[in-house]
């Protein structure tokens, strides 16, 4: 009797805060949402006589973080302020203060309160860096009805689960500007995250400035590269935002555009290299038998970390099949000569020398879970790409690596060129249900969503990794329990759209590559189809790496679709709501199919090209599935001769086109089936 009685109390308690939490979830699109808010009867209105003082004043990452904050306020609520600029030796209207200057490492304090009340607004941080996160949430706060913009009043009390959030970018498939990097540096800073992991060398090219090796600038980067005043600023931009810079060097393997350049390093003689145009995993390897080979890196080291000034230096160590080390005689006899009885322990010792390089010029070597062999000291820090089925433990390999006493970094399941959906990623959980002992789950130092780059362009590159990455960037700061797939893509919505405050081209680029295809006429229908149609994921669309060059056309239909199809999620939804109830449901699912019907009238309005004939059979299924089930539903009632013709036509939208896959095939079956089952005359 006394454990119901205690029941009963419980969610007497707890039953209206969980509501009032809920209200609060649905009322602001915060994005990473944060770890305690409370509402009061506060509402600060936005005039032009707003302004923001810093207490200390000797930040220079919260004077730019506030001048950045009041230009883009003014522009989105149309204020003229009468200060643009921080005021000083006085209180603002927005009073921001921290006690220390971060020195942007793991340790780095990035908790902050922020309360909003009718005449003032305090934020206040340990360091000047959580300063920062606290202008970026309350910048998301920002509100408006019919005459006035405003901030609601609120405490939230916030700081990350996760130390290590972070973006990785390929720029060696395909070259991004340093104008790309600052533009994505800028839409992290925006939903909290804090390393830009930047992958500079691969098979592909050398993305750096050497002065010490200059083969590497003249023959393996075809001209596209970083100067050293270039990667200095990118650092000092992203430091400004409270975002560290790892630099990857991919060794052993991925080496191609290495040995491009000096092939006396290379692990198989007489072999002709030249710089790789498909995507893939080739045999070209370092050679780590040769002392020249250390020699080389060192020196490239030297002249490399000093622009890094991070503790963390990513060597990468992924993917080396070691063919060319089995083909080596030489090779051989040195792995007999040291005991090394695998390429794996080849490859452990070419790492632990590396790691005494790194360590001597004070950096701390990080790499790909490949590295991560018996021999292999904990010193160095696991990046976990490979998961269970990849013959790994529960967890895979960031558990491992945790439970072995490395500090551990997860991007398996934020593959986000993968092209899987945002529900996806949003349900991968870096530590999930694991049990870890306390000094475990401390060697978890967080996680990086991946953008490799070998089916992506500068213009597409937005596309691909946003806003996907801004629901990846909540499960590395708030609390595991925020977790409402629902909630999170309504606050997305928001979000997504003010990421063009920032420069982000992921909404506007689609039409730019639309306009190309069809030459410059009306787009609207092909519009509708990117709205139900996702490119081909996995690596499917490329696979086995030999359909795409790196210099091939990414100016198509599959460039134009995302990973998440703005129709789909909400059709699919739509549908299951109506096999269940479809008197209450079957208007929305009309809404759907009405301009779908219609949808091919307009397409063949166009005058075709090459680039666009192939999705006329696509237009013109879609158009015919839709028609008979507008049909059917609108009449409740299908012929045996209709229902065939559905069928065959939805068989018809599963095969792929183009490198992209209808997003609503399982629906469409769903309401097939609903249609024989209750609308075909018996």
Known sequence: MKKIILFILIINLTGPLAFAQKAIADKYDLMPWPKEIRENQSKFVIDSNLTISIHPENSERVHHGAVQ???????????????????????????????????????????????????????????????????????????????????????ITDAPRFVWRGLMIDVSRHFHSVEVLKRNLDAMASVKMNVFHWHLTDDQGIRFESKTYPKLTELASDGLFYTHEQIKDVVAYAGRLGIRVIPE??????????????????????????????????????????????????????????????????????????????????IQKFKQKHNLKTNHDLQTYFNVKLEKILNKLGKRLMGWDEIMTPDMPTTAVIHAWRGENEGLTKGGALIEAAKQGYQTVLSNGYYIDRMQSIAYHYGVDPIGDVKLTKQERANVLGGEATMWSELTTSVTIDSRIWPRTAAIAERFWSPKSVNDLDNMKKRLETVSVNLEELGITHI?????????????????????????????????????GIEYKTYSSFNLFADACIADAADAYGFNKAVSNFVKDSKKYSNTVLEYLKPWSQNYQAFSQLEKNPKINALEPLSKNVAEVSKLLLEAIQTKNITAKNLQTLKNTIELLKAPVVDVEVALIDALNDLSHYCESNYLKK
């Not at 080389?296 to 063919?323: A, R």
Request: charge should be negative; include cysteine.
């Open 249 to 330: 060097i991919d060794v052993p393997g991925h080496a191609t555009a290495f040995l491009t350049a000096y092939p006396e390093l290379g692990s198989k003689d007489d072999y002709t290299y030249s710089i790789e145009r498909f995507s893939g995993v080739f045999d070209p390897t370092l050679n780590p038998t040769k002392d020249i080979t250390y020699t080389f890196l060192e020196n490239l080291f030297k002249e490399i970390t000093p622009l890094f000034p991070d503790d963390y230096f990513h060597i990468g160590g992924d993917e080396n099949e070691g063919k060319h080390w089995d083909e080596n005689e030489e």
């Open 69 to 155: 904050f009041l230009r883009r306020l003014t522009d989105r609520t149309g204020v003229f302020l009468n200060e643009g600029f921080p005021v000083k030796n006085k209180k603002g209207s927005i009073q921001i203060h921290f006690d220390e200057i971060s020195k942007l490492n793991i340790q780095n304090d990035e908790s902050y309160t922020l309360e909003v009340s009718n005449a003032t607004i305090h934020i206040k941080a340990k360091t000047d860096v959580g300063a920062l996160r606290g202008l970026a949430t309350l910048l998301q706060l920002t509100a408006h009805n019919a005459s006035e913009y405003f901030f609601q009043g609120v405490k």
């Open 508 to 544: 506007k680029n689609q039409a730019v590559i639309l306009r190309s295809m069809t030459n410059n006429q009306d787009i609207s229908s092909l519009l509708t189809l990117t709205k139900i149609c996702e490119p081909l994921k996995i690596y499917a669309r490329n696979e086995d």
